[in-house]
């Protein structure tokens, strides 16, 4: 579903990334970890055209990302992405913010729209907040929201940056159980993540990356068990000892 060949990127005289390459298979997990300034961030925007990239070439369903004539916001419309900021729109209900994008840019009829919206939302567990503004609703219940809305889209993958890393410890978790219900559902999905009991339970692979490269990619039975790089086991030795 997600290909990612021999990509570098240079800001200037920095290289960002460093000859990436990987994949995420149709219904696959795949959990993307390493120290700040690593590059997850830069690599997964790449996936969906938001940063550019200046070597190689990355598909995403055998649409090349990096292709002049790819339309790119046809593109994004098919693959979801969650930040660590929820993003939603301010001045618009939950509902409102669950609709706009099926109706703006998938063209469907409001009641259909509505419909969906509302599934969505007892699926993550916030019907009752349906009429509710985004600055009513806590952390963790945003950024379910924003799952939601992704999802709303009927996206064929989806990308996640961080979705827990800004919230408060107790709403960390309802969050994690929705990806993870999304995960067994069989969603295809690329995760930047530190929370590695995620990716024990739903990742099949793991990918760590360091100063702009990938030096693992793995099955997460691999990268939590046996030897790998030094630079894998220093960073798990101290993501694991709290
Ligand atoms: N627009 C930019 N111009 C120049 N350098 C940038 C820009 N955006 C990011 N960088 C640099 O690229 C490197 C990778 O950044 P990136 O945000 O991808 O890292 P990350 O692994 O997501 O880090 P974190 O875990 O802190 O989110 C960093 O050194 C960062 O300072
Ligand atoms: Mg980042």
């Keep these: 579903m997600i290909e990612i060949n021999h990509v570098s990127k240079w800001y200037g005289d920095f290289q ?17 970890c390493g120290p700040s300034g690593s590059g997850k961030s830069t690599l997964i925007k790449t996936v969906n055209g ?3 990239f200046q070597s190689g070439d990355i598909k995403v369903d055998n649409v090349s990302v990096g292709d002049k004539k790819t339309n790119l916001s046809k593109l994004r419309s098919r693959v979801g ?3 660590q900021h929820f993003e939603l729109f ?3 209900s939950i509902i409102e913010n669950l609709t706009i994008g099926q109706i703006k840019v998938l063209k469907r009829p409001g009641e259909e729209a509505r419909t969906r919206g509302l599934k969505l939302l007892e699926r993550v567990g916030l019907s009752a ?8 609703l806590s952390g963790g219940q945003q950024q379910r929201v924003a799952i939601a809305r992704a999802l709303s889209m009927d996206p064929i993958a989806m990308l996640f ?13 309802e969050v994690l159980d929705v990806m993870v219900e999304l995960a067994k559902e069989g969603m295809t999905m690329m995760v930047v993540t530190h929370e590695m009991g995620f990716a ?15 030096i693992e990619d793995c099955t997460k039975e691999e990268f ?4 790998r790089s030094e630079r894998a086991q220093q960073f798990l030795s101290k993501i694991l000892a709290h």
Excluded at 129 to 136: I, L, R
Excluded at 200 to 214: E, Q
């Design 16 to 32: 960002v990334l460093n000859d990436c390459t990987t994949h995420v298979d149709k219904g696959e997990v795949v959990v993307v």
């Design 50 to 52: 938001l940063e550019g």
């Design 81 to 83: 992405m969650v930040f």
């Design 90 to 92: 301010p001045h618009l």
């Design 129 to 136: 907040h349906q009429d509710k503004f985004p600055g009513q």
């Design 161 to 173: 940056d961080e979705p827990t890393s800004a919230l408060d410890p107790e709403m960390i978790n």
């Design 200 to 214: 024990k339970k739903v990742a099949h692979r793991v990918v760590f990356m360091d100063r702009g490269a990938i």
């Design 224 to 227: 939590f068990g046996s030897p």
